[in-house]
């Protein structure tokens, strides 16, 4: 039996997931932190990979201290990031527009739910030449509890008006993954930086190395 049977719903993590941003993401906090006399280092923002721009703040804060400017170094920090993709394009994740192809073509409604604010969103898709690609986009400032609650994935299921156990989450993320099962989804787990931890790890579905692994995986 196809692995597509009863499957109405591809719902796609971005940052991590689609484009290679996490990697991006350490070297521009350590530079913004350096600027304003902090030191960064890569464990801090790996701690905050997965969640909400605003809960990163309690990340630095629980190491530099209520002090830390996180407002001031966050928009430094953004800064960096779209003067590189401005200068390099996006990073692009193994096998991203192989997938969109392959779902458009055998019809499978595309999403993305992320924890990143829409503004956010809509620069990177368009960045990427993918912003008119998916049928639905929720954001993480668009629901009231964020990931590893199951809010953000049964508001999308909801408007493409699907059952949650027809929908796959594509995610590289704890609390990615978590929020996919509570909404009794099928998690399908694809690692980028961060590992999973044991609990999590019997959760998933699927674990594939790429998106490219995901479309064979679905092919067959």
Same mark, same amino acid.
């Given at each position: 039996?196809?692995?597509?049977?009863?499957?109405?719903?591809?719902?796609?993590?971005?940052?991590?997931?689609?484009?290679?941003?996490?990697?991006?993401?350490?070297?521009?906090?350590?530079?913004?932190?350096?600027?304003?006399?902090?030191?960064?280092?890569?464990?801090?923002?790996?701690?905050?990979?997965?969640?909400?721009?605003?809960?990163?703040?309690?990340?630095?804060?629980?190491?530099?201290?209520?002090?830390?400017?996180?407002?001031?170094?966050?928009?430094?920090?953004?800064?960096?990031?779209?003067?590189?993709?401005?200068?390099?394009?996006?990073?692009i994740k193994e096998g991203l527009y192989s997938l969109i192809d392959y779902l458009?073509?055998?019809?499978?409604?595309?999403?993305?739910?992320?924890?990143?604010?829409?503004?956010?969103?809509? $620069?990177? %898709? *368009?960045?990427?030449?993918?912003?008119?690609? +998916?049928?639905?986009?929720?954001?993480?400032? =668009? /629901?009231?509890?964020?990931?590893?609650?199951?809010?953000?994935?049964?508001?999308?299921?909801?408007?493409?008006?699907?059952?949650?156990?027809?929908?796959?989450?594509?995610?590289?993320?704890?609390?990615?993954?978590?929020?996919?099962?509570?909404?009794?989804?099928?998690?399908?787990?694809?690692?980028?930086? $961060?590992? %999973? *931890?044991?609990?999590?790890?019997?959760?998933? +579905?699927?674990?594939?190395?790429?998106?490219? =692994? /995901?479309?064979?995986?679905?092919?067959?």
């Open positions: 039996m196809s692995p597509m049977n009863n499957i109405s719903l591809i719902i796609f993590d971005m940052d991590g997931l689609m484009f290679d941003t996490e990697n991006l993401a350490i070297p521009t906090w350590k530079r913004a932190g350096e600027r304003y006399g902090y030191n960064i280092k890569t464990d801090h923002v790996i701690e905050t990979i997965g969640i909400y721009f605003k809960d990163s703040r309690i990340v630095f804060e629980k190491y530099f201290g209520k002090d830390f400017p996180f407002d001031e170094v966050r928009e430094l920090r953004e800064k960096y990031v779209f003067e590189y993709m401005k200068k390099n394009g996006i990073p458009e073509d055998k019809k499978i409604s595309k999403a993305i739910a992320t924890s990143s604010k829409r503004e956010k969103v809509e $620069k990177y %898709l *368009s960045y990427a030449n993918i912003e008119n690609r +998916f049928d639905f986009i929720v954001c993480g400032d =668009e /629901v009231m509890k964020r990931k590893p609650y199951p809010d953000i994935f049964l508001k999308v299921a909801q408007m493409a008006r699907c059952d949650p156990d027809q929908c796959i989450v594509l995610e590289d993320s704890e609390n990615g993954i978590i929020a996919a099962s509570r909404a009794e989804m099928r998690p399908v787990f694809i690692p980028d930086i $961060k590992k %999973l *931890s044991e609990n999590t790890e019997k959760l998933i +579905f699927k674990e594939f190395d790429s998106l490219l =692994e /995901v479309k064979e995986f679905l092919k067959t």
